[in-house]
């Protein structure tokens, strides 16, 4: 078949990359720069016998995903800002219960209202520990549209996979740009299948290996007994405030995500093998980093880039392989340091730091990148 290239906008590829991966629900509350996601699902989803419900608030939006994602439903929903707030407890219960969904978060400016209408890149520590407790998290951060259909059909393998909520952090640049996508084939897209059991007899909802494994989830309706609760539980869910019962199932969570870390990391890179300078991005701000890293090394300097694709599970084995010969980092993002409080974390002594933060909800231009690496060199 010919190759067809279509001009494509980073929320239309998220919302093509979410039908691809099995999408059937979606439910959402319309907040810009997300909007388009809910207004194409609302338009395909009736298509192919999914369902669309818009709900009075992202409260209610991410309710009702977890309510189809346990009767084995395929669930996303969208938001920005304010609304990500808002879905925080309801987040942490998926955490704890292990309910697979994606939500689409395409940063703005905050806090509160903030510009709605301007990039940002302020949700990166909120997508980690927005909600309260330790609990497991993904996050996968697009840096082009193609991208947004690639990390959003990998966001639903790996929640279904792992039972991790999963989040596909993009930013009002990379939601609203377009970019000529050549798509893959339907008919080569194979979609991961969430694990069941095989029989109701003598299911447990909550038993897995202790040392991080992953419980076979039955979908509600179909005979299998099931007692789902926010609550800390023991395997057949029921809730238990015995502190062994707390503590085996917290460690089990984390260990979830930390054993299968190296399945879920992803990044480019360029230019990393001989840097004495590195830069390290995600998103719309590693458009332009890229842009002054290449600029660099056309001058003489070594430079080298480091992108995200990936941001939580946080990488710090490719961190700390680059902090081992590049003497600084340049972390540019549109935050005042969210990711370069975890490179420097990780990197330790071993490699300077150099935070560029920008807040005024502009894009980085690629000289303002340029001139730090220069500086740094």
């Given at each position: ?125 909120q997508a980690r520990w927005g909600t309260h407790g330790d609990h497991p998290i993904i996050a996968l951060a697009p840096g082009n549209v193609r991208e947004c259909f690639d990390l959003t059909l990998r966001a639903f393998d790996l929640s279904e996979k792992y039972r991790i909520p999963a989040i596909v952090l993009t930013d009002e640049v990379i939601s ?104 390290v991005s995600f998103g719309s701000s590693a458009m332009s980093a890229l842009s002054a890293v290449r600029r660099a090394r056309r001058e003489g300097v070594k430079a080298g880039m480091l992108r995200l694709k990936t941001i939580w599970p946080f990488p710090e084995p490719a961190i700390r392989e680059l902090a081992s010969r590049a003497k600084a980092i ?48």
């Amino acid at each position: 078949m010919p190759k067809v290239v279509k001009l494509m906008q980073g929320s239309e590829a998220c919302t093509a990359g979410a039908l691809a991966a099995g999408l059937r629900f979606y439910a959402g509350y319309p907040i810009t720069p997300s909007t388009e996601v809910a207004e194409l699902c609302a338009e395909e989803l009736p298509k192919i016998g999914g369902k669309f419900i818009q709900m009075e608030d992202e409260i209610g939006s991410i309710a009702a995903c977890i309510g189809a994602s346990l009767t084995g439903k395929k669930v996303m929903t969208a938001t920005s800002g304010p609304g990500f707030s808002l879905m925080q407890e309801c987040l942490g219960y998926a955490s704890l219960c292990e309910i697979p969904l994606v939500i689409v978060n395409a940063q703005r400016m905050g806090p509160s209202t903030g510009m709605p209408t301007s990039p940002a890149q302020g949700d990166v520590m909120q997508a980690r520990w927005g909600t309260h407790g330790d609990h497991p998290i993904i996050a996968l951060a697009p840096g082009n549209v193609r991208e947004c259909f690639d990390l959003t059909l990998r966001a639903f393998d790996l929640s279904e996979k792992y039972r991790i909520p999963a989040i596909v952090l993009t930013d009002e640049v990379i939601s609203h740009m377009r970019e000529g996508v050549e798509l893959p084939d339907p008919a080569e897209v194979r979609p991961l299948r969430r694990a069941a059991p095989s029989s109701p007899a003598g299911y447990k909802p909550y038993a897995a290996d202790p040392d991080g494994g992953v419980p076979l989830m039955a979908p509600f309706g179909e005979g299998y007994r099931w007692h789902c609760t926010g609550l800390f539980h023991d395997e057949s869910g029921a809730p238990s405030g015995k502190a062994d019962v707390a503590d085996k199932l917290l460690r089990r969570l984390q260990l979830k995500m930390d054993k299968n870390a190296p399945d879920m990391w992803d990044n480019v890179q360029e230019g990393t093998e001989d840097c004495d300078i590195a830069v390290v991005s995600f998103g719309s701000s590693a458009m332009s980093a890229l842009s002054a890293v290449r600029r660099a090394r056309r001058e003489g300097v070594k430079a080298g880039m480091l992108r995200l694709k990936t941001i939580w599970p946080f990488p710090e084995p490719a961190i700390r392989e680059l902090a081992s010969r590049a003497k600084a980092i340049v972390v540019p993002e549109m935050n005042l340091g969210q990711l370069a409080l975890e490179v420097e974390r990780v990197a330790g002594c071993r490699s300077r730091v150099i935070r560029v933060g920008k807040v005024n909800g502009e894009l980085f231009r690629p000289d303002e990148i340029y001139d730090v690496i220069m500086g740094a060199k």
